[in-house]
């Protein structure tokens, strides 16, 4: 490891970064071993899960978590989420298993589903941005659990992206994002699912969801049918605030100025059209976001497909990565259409919302 103490860790300081490539359906051992080896001594490795690429440390080690935050560049306030590989190591960092919280586990565990309970002494303020409180994710991904088994059973992870970049999928992202600022990245397969974890705040009298996610609400009102969406997801009011401290940032941004625009399929490719077409003329480059069906009918730099409308997961599982060619492709002005509320596609309208900093266009 280049470095003693993480907490020191700068933003500018460039260290060296070992990077593994591994078979995601049988994880070399010898490289989790080493993997495990650098989290258990206070040191960084990002890492596959099936939602985003997470960027772990030792989530009981408050000098691990502090170079979290730092590598980020993320404020810490932003409470960190505690993975574990599996149920029973909750019982060391939660004060109690709700009812309600033990029934989703069972259902949902492992999965793509976090849960906050009150969180036990053993779990240091500075992973929690200092809540009393603990998020809890039992990820699928196998070499996830390997790792988190290897390193001693707790990694604090938040999604593997620079702050205020889109949430990366692939290995190539993490690497553009942290090489120079972590010990270890493992590169495995694309994200199966693209989207991070669905929060469920299971501390308050009547479970809420603080962040919508491939697990949705229907799903999530089988299991406990009180279930409600966090208002502060929703609301316009700007004073009615998300209750997940990270969901008020502007995350997942591109580069380009990105707009969404609501309405009957002949006015949004008509209005899309005409607002492409002005940016040209002004020497701006242009990208258009767009369900399979209608990408041949909109003119830009850049048409990017993301799934055809009856496959609303394919659009979760690519919205990231439309992002993130935005950029690579230097687009300054972005237009997307937009997807109905319910199931996945609240999700997808939660992140695709902010990404646009609330910028939308009804006609
Ligand atoms: O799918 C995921 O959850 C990915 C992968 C790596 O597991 N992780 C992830 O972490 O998305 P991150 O740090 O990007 O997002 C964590 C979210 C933030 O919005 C944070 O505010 C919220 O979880 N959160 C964490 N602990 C919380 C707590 N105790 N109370 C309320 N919100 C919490
Ligand atoms: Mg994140």
Not at 121 to 143: C, K, M, N, S, W
Request: proline share 7%; aromatic share 4%.
């Amino acid at each position: 490891m280049s470095r003693d103490d993480p907490g020191n860790q700068s933003a500018d300081t460039k260290m060296n970064t070992i990077i593994e490539h591994i078979d995601p359906n049988n994880p070399d051992p010898e490289v989790i071993a080493r993997a495990g080896d650098i989290i258990k001594k206070g040191g960084l490795v990002a890492f596959p899960t099936e939602t985003v690429y997470g960027l772990g440390g030792d989530a009981l080690n408050p000098e691990a978590s502090a170079g979290i935050y730092a590598a980020k560049g993320r404020p810490s306030d932003n409470p960190l989420i505690v993975h574990i590989a599996e149920t029973d190591s909750l019982d060391r960092i939660v004060r109690r298993i709700p009812d309600g919280a033990g029934k989703l586990a069972d259902r949902f565990w492992p999965g793509p589903l976090t849960i906050i309970f009150e969180k036990s002494d053993a779990v240091p303020v500075q992973t929690t941005g200092g809540l009393d409180t603990v998020a809890v994710r039992f990820p699928e991904d196998r070499t996830a659990q390997a790792l988190i088994k290897a390193s001693g059973g707790y990694i604090a992870a938040p999604s593997a992206n620079i702050s205020g970049r889109p949430s990366p999928t692939r290995g190539e992202y993490v690497i553009q994002d942290l090489d120079g600022r972590v010990d270890m990245i493992i590169c495995g397969d694309d994200s199966r699912i693209g989207l991070e974890s669905t929060i469920v705040d299971m501390t308050s009298e009547e479970p809420v969801i603080l962040r919508p996610g491939f697990i949705t609400l229907e799903e999530l009102g089988e299991v406990l049918p009180g279930i409600t969406l966090d208002r502060g997801l929703i609301s316009e009011d700007p004073d009615i605030r998300p209750k997940a401290p990270g969901m008020k940032y502007r995350h997942y941004a591109p580069r380009g100025e990105l707009t969404i625009v609501e309405g009957d399929n002949e006015s949004v490719i008509s209005y899309i059209n005409m607002k492409t077409g002005e940016a040209s003329e002004k020497g701006l480059r242009t990208g258009v976001i767009a369900h399979d069906e209608r990408t041949g009918m909109y003119k830009a730099d850049l048409i990017a497909g993301i799934g055809r409308e009856t496959e609303p997961e394919e659009a979760a599982h690519r919205i990231y990565t439309v992002l993130r060619r935005m950029d690579d492709e230097k687009i300054d002005v972005i237009y997307t259409e937009s997807m109905s509320e319910g199931g996945i596609g609240t999700a997808f309208m939660n992140r695709l919302t902010k990404a646009a900093g609330h910028h939308i266009v009804r006609l």
